[in-house]
């Protein structure tokens, strides 16, 4: 759905798992012209928002009072009257403990058209990430959603904590870390259990979810050890003891791994969304950026002769992609590749391949250069010519093999990869890595020359196959794993194997 002109959105972003935001949510960020956010949202929510759109952060650090809710609630008015669209994003459900409730009222009260889109919110989705459902039939029939805010012993409370401590079922604390003792105090003296289950949740569904639990009594002192601070959901109950049963988060099979993905942001989506899956923290420090050479007078000509070659070898999923951007400048479609034999280096090339309608001919089974080399033999080159179509500053094996046998090569360079200036704070978080991925040679000469000593040396090097391994060795770093299929799949694949054997 597209946001109205005119209309606020109070809109939950969810707990902070970037999956856990709803496509209502998506749909709003990526049309409105004004989207007002919090602190606690997943940061790739925003990366949704159109360029030109106004992004506003009014979120409140605890303590620094932040934008006041006035100044909130002023903002939302006064851009909707100016016939924006307008969101206002909120950490977990817009009206679980999120004043969502009050900047409706102040939107009716002034007049301005509201709708309201539902988050999964914290208090329940923190602790399903940690293995506890909180309600169960054999356990907890009712579930209590609190704000540990209020300081219990304070005469002002809201809250009534006797009969809380009574309430038939789960206990889900908001806010409450800092006031845990007071709390579990409070509990108790009012006929709690002490030995009742319970457990406390920093950064739930985050890959840097942390989980504590304890009996009522011990988790305070519990929290202080493991040193867990907000965002953190405290929970009491008998469901608390089915986390043994039930986690699942940390049985993931790169679950608590920091890893670091080198390659350009472009293509790192895939990769980095693979490794998420299976549990691992992923840092992305693109090390390379690839500049496509469309323009360059001979890029044009191979591309307004593709007709004429007998044989077309593209050797990366990027070569790919830009060949048929540079053919569809022409006005030109796979149908200019119908004389040629076409070869792909590898299985992820000749995917792209078919994603643009064509079949590669020739693809070999490992993905290096001497493998197509030989794959080819069959081919009939001599005296015809070829398009080698790929990165400059590719290595010359295929060429010169081509050559030799009386091609006549054209290689033409497509694009360049140009060292990417990393980001520091991915450089910080990279630091703490246990694993940092390579997936080219270019990405680690790049990364070693851009980072030089803050590379993680107690992280273990995965590399993509032997050119890498090799180039990697030459910038000095010890290659722990090396992948047996060369496609970022193998990557994955040699990283698990590698955890499996700790
Ligand atoms: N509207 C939000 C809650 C806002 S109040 C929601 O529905 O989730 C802020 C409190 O929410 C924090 O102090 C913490 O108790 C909790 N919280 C928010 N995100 C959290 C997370 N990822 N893990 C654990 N607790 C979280």
Request: glycine letters at 8%; charged letters at 25%.
């Amino acid at each position: 759905m597209s946001a109205r002109a005119g209309v606020v959105y109070l809109v939950g972003a969810g707990p902070g798992d970037p999956g856990l935001v709803t496509v209502k949510a998506l749909e709003l960020v990526a049309s409105a012209d004004v989207v007002l956010h919090d602190r606690l949202i997943p940061a790739s929510v925003l990366d949704g928002a159109r360029p030109e759109a106004e992004l506003i952060y009014v979120g409140k650090q605890p303590g620094d009072g932040g934008a006041s809710q006035e100044r909130i609630e002023e903002l939302m008015v006064e851009r909707a009257r100016h016939g924006r669209s307008v969101v206002r994003l909120k950490g977990g459900d817009p009206f679980v403990f999120g004043r969502g409730g009050e900047e409706a009222e102040a939107l009716a009260r002034a007049g301005v058209e509201f709708e309201v889109v539902p988050g999964v919110t914290s208090g329940v989705a923190a602790p399903a990430y940690a293995g506890i459902p909180v309600t169960h039939r054999d356990d907890a029939s009712a579930v209590a959603f609190v704000t540990g805010h209020e300081d219990p012993e304070k005469d002002e409370t809201a809250l009534d904590w006797d009969a809380l401590a009574r309430f038939p079922g789960t206990l889900v604390l908001y806010m409450g870390v800092k006031n845990l003792p007071r709390i579990a105090e409070s509990l108790r003296a009012g006929g709690r259990d002490p030995k009742e289950p319970a457990a406390a949740i920093e950064r739930g569904t985050d890959a840097a979810q942390r989980t504590v639990t304890a009996t009522l009594s011990e988790l305070p002192a519990a929290v202080a050890e493991a040193g867990l601070r907000a965002p953190a959901i405290l929970l009491f109950g008998a469901v608390a003891a089915r986390r043994d049963a039930i986690a699942w988060l940390e049985r993931r099979p790169l679950h608590g791994k920091r890893v670091v993905v080198t390659r350009a942001r472009a293509q790192a989506s895939g990769l980095s969304a693979t490794l998420r899956a299976l549990g691992a923290d992923v840092v992305e420090l693109p090390a390379i950026r690839i500049e496509p050479r469309l323009d360059a007078p001979e890029v044009r000509e191979a591309v307004a002769d593709l007709h004429s070659y007998a044989l077309v070898c593209l050797t990366s999923p990027n070569g790919v992609r830009l060949l048929f951007e540079a053919m569809a400048e022409q006005g030109r479609d796979a149908r200019a590749l119908a004389n040629a034999t076409v070869a792909a280096i590898g299985p992820g090339t000749a995917a792209s391949l078919r994603e643009h309608g064509v079949i590669a001919d020739v693809v070999p089974q490992r993905f290096v250069a001497e493998a197509l080399v030989e794959a080819l033999v069959s081919v009939d080159v001599h005296d015809r010519p070829v398009l080698v179509a790929r990165a400059a500053e590719a290595r010359d094996v295929l060429p010169d093999a081509l050559a030799e046998r009386g091609a006549r090569v054209d290689v033409v360079a497509l694009y360049e990869t140009v060292r990417e200036d990393p980001d520091p704070a991915a450089i910080e978080a990279a630091a703490g890595a246990d694993y940092v991925t390579f997936t080219s040679s270019s990405t680690v000469r790049n990364l070693v020359a851009a980072i030089g000593d803050r590379f993680p040396r107690s992280a273990r090097v995965v590399s993509i196959g032997p050119i890498t391994s090799e180039a990697a060795r030459e910038a000095g770093l010890e290659v722990h794993v090396e992948a047996e299929r060369h496609d970022p799949s193998g990557v994955v694949e040699a990283l698990v194997a590698d955890v499996g054997r700790e």
